[in-house]
């Protein structure tokens, strides 16, 4: 399988740990660019934390069934509204630390 419009492979992802283990790669890859090339942005670092945290997300919800019903399929709308999706799946992302 290659990307669109620029012949390069993309990665298989047969599990959501495979996935987990490549969104962790990425993360460690754009850190470590950071850290040499691009010079410690606070942005970059967002960008690669937030990779890691989605893949470790993905692991831990896709086969959550509350979590299957909130955001649906293709069959059924799930109980998110569209528009509250992204902010759902922001929350699973970055869950609030107990007090």
């Not at 967002?46 to 993905?58: E, Y």
């Not at 299957?68 to 109980?79: H, L, V």
Request: charged share 20%.
């Amino acid at each position: 399988m290659t990307a669109p419009g620029d012949g390069q492979p993309l990665p298989r992802v047969a599990s959501p740990e495979e996935f987990g283990d490549l969104c962790a790669g990425l993360a460690d890859a754009l850190h470590a660019k950071n850290r040499i090339a691009i010079g410690e942005s606070q942005f970059v670092w967002q960008v690669a934390d937030a990779l890691r945290r989605l893949g470790r997300c993905f692991e831990t919800h896709y086969d959550d069934p509350a979590i299957r019903a909130a955001f649906g399929n293709g069959w059924a709308t799930g109980s998110l509204p569209r528009e509250e999706r992204a902010a759902a799946l922001f929350a699973l992302i970055y869950p609030q630390k107990p007090a």
